[in-house]
């Protein structure tokens, strides 16, 4: 009975961030949120009046050629039998101890960060939707750009931080099966050019990937490069703004959600608990775009150019990472062991999750270095770029802007770990 | 070299830490009490109660030391289940009854004290 109960539970328990986990993290130290914030201020300081004054990232042109060619066909035969050992599991499996969810929200959302980190656009290399023949009917409409992606990122996350019960089955399996509609049916119309910018996950992998050592040229070539290099060959596209405002207001909104204030508003709003959540969730990314379409615009405008805001989304890409690190690095920990126990069926054996891998310090140390590096990799990206655009007289003072919706971002990052 | 190793060593031991004890320690888990509130001393407390959908006092943190007891006395106007996240307990609520459930506060981190069926989190339990 009581099992029975804890299972219907464990499924309503919608209010706590992440989709799946039992357990949030401590607010940092005050010393470390100090500590994080004075970081950032010297480095975006320094960085305005040390860098270098002639642009020296040269993108898609850089790095050192690696002769590998990796064959993909048997990785993206192996990521389709998970796919879809996950859906039996999901559709199977009772949801009590289900491994379902925990594959999903853990070992493929949040490990494709440090995978793709690694080993650069992974999700690109396995995605089982390539294996789908590249038989364009149509070529892809440019104006759609990462469009179809920054909403599939959107619903996803919606999913996972506002659905009414975002680790159910049901749940998981409705989201998985629109994915993968949409996804067959772009690549039937479009061809592969289609999941390069509209596959949600594809694109949160590549955008990652860019800052990985590994990384691979537009023209399919892999090299080792730098990650600033790699994030200078991110190439602007609509949407692209978009998408990256989604990682980093959705992340906001996980930040945000746990706080008692924001839970009491969502267990007392006559909209709902989805109601509110949603207009929670649509707020902090709304607010992310729109610090960043003003700050930009002023940018424009000291420094005498046009059209600058997506040439600048590139060096969100850290900032974002540094945010999905700092919110997701506790959940990949734990419930990563409890993702591979039971989909191993460990539990049957009495294996359980060992909760004290990481301590509190470490948590909140990792935290703040992954905000913090995130925001200096943010500053010098956009730096680079600053000095190629703008007349070399205005691109100093044109940085300024840049600077402070970065130090925006951070010191909003830092707060959320703090207080909430 | 040889003390490069020993130095990897030790960092892996570190690192691994001691086991999680919980289901090991046979008297420190799953100790639900259905009895009045009654302050013992020392212990992180919280009363709580539910009535009409809506939590008094509203959802706030409850703080906690690592190693200090935790309870949470609970009234619910309707017939429910509690639920303490990553500690697992659970208590049967029933109408007007008040429930406490105490434990002993060992892992560190932030854990809903939810209800099962009307899915509100009544308060988080903060132990550092």
Redesign the interface.
């Known amino acids: 009975m009581s099992g029975l109960v804890l299972l219907q539970g464990e499924m309503a328990a919608g209010v706590l961030a992440h989709g799946v986990g039992e357990r949030g993290d401590l607010p940092i130290p005050l010393f470390y949120a100090y500590a994080g914030a004075v970081a950032a201020l010297v480095v975006s300081f320094l960085a305005l009046g040390l860098l270098w004054a002639d642009s020296r990232f040269s993108g898609d042109r850089a790095g050192r050629v690696i002769r590998v060619r990796p064959s993909a066909r048997p990785a993206r035969v192996a990521a389709l039998l998970a796919a879809l050992y996950t859906a039996g599991r999901l559709l199977l499996s009772p949801a009590e101890g289900n491994a379902g969810p925990y594959l999903v929200y853990v070992l493929f959302w949040v490990g494709l960060v440090p995978a793709s980190l690694l080993f650069g656009p992974v999700w690109r290399t396995v995605s089982p939707f390539r294996l789908l023949p590249d038989r364009p009917r149509r070529p892809l409409p440019a104006r759609l750009g990462y469009w179809p992606a920054a909403a599939g990122l959107l619903a996803f996350t919606w999913t996972e931080l506002v659905a009414p019960e975002p680790a159910a089955p049901p749940t998981l399996l409705a989201f998985g099966a629109v994915y993968a509609a949409a996804q067959v049916a772009g690549t039937l119309t479009y061809g592969h050019a289609w999941l390069e910018r509209g596959d949600p996950f594809e694109v949160y992998s590549t955008l990652i990937g860019h800052l990985s050592p590994l990384g691979r040229r537009e023209d399919g070539t892999r090299v080792l490069r730098g990650p600033f290099d790699g994030l200078d060959a991110v190439r602007p596209a609509p949407g692209l703004v978009a998408a990256v405002c989604v990682l980093l207001g959705g992340t906001g909104y996980d930040g945000f959600s746990g706080a008692p204030v924001w839970v009491d508003a969502l267990q007392a709003s006559p909209l709902g608990r989805t109601g509110l959540g949603t207009v929670g969730l649509l707020a902090a990314v709304a607010g992310v775009a729109l610090l960043y379409a003003a700050c930009l615009g002023v940018a424009g405008l000291v420094g005498g150019t046009r059209g600058l805001a997506p040439r600048f989304a590139h060096s969100l890409v850290p900032i974002a990472l540094g945010y999905l690190v700092a919110h997701y690095f506790s959940l990949l920990v734990f419930e990563g062991q409890r993702a591979v126990i039971l989909a191993l069926g460990l539990d049957r054996l009495g294996v359980e999750v060992n909760r004290d891998v990481v301590g509190p310090g470490t948590i909140a140390t990792v935290q703040v270095v992954a905000i913090v590096a995130g925001h200096v990799a943010g500053v010098v990206a956009a730096h680079d770029r600053s000095v190629r655009l703008l007349p070399p007289g205005r691109a100093v003072a044109g940085q300024i802007p840049l600077f402070v919706l970065m130090l925006c971002y951070t010191l909003g990052g830092l707060t959320l770990l703090f207080a909430a | 070299m040889r003390r490069l190793i020993r130095v990897a060593a030790v960092v892996l031991v570190a ?6 004890q ?2 090991h320690n046979p008297g420190n888990s799953h100790e639900v009490a259905t009895v009045p509130p009654g302050g013992r001393a020392g212990e992180a407390r919280a009363d709580i109660s539910v009535r009409a ?3 008094s006092p ?4 409850l703080e906690a030391r690592r190693g200090q007891t935790v309870a949470v006395t609970v009234t619910s106007d309707v017939a429910d ?1 509690l ?1 303490v ?2 500690y ?1 307990r ?1 208590a049967e609520l029933r109408p007007g009854q008040p429930v406490t459930v105490r434990f002993r506060a060992d ?6 004290v ?1 209800t ?2 009307s ?3 009544l308060t ?1 339990v ?3």
């Open positions: 690192g691994c830490g001691p086991l999680s919980t289901h959908g809506r939590v509203p959802s706030g943190w289940e639920h996240h990553g697992d659970t892992l560190t981190g932030v854990f809903e939810e099962h069926r899915g509100l989190v988080q903060a132990v550092r």
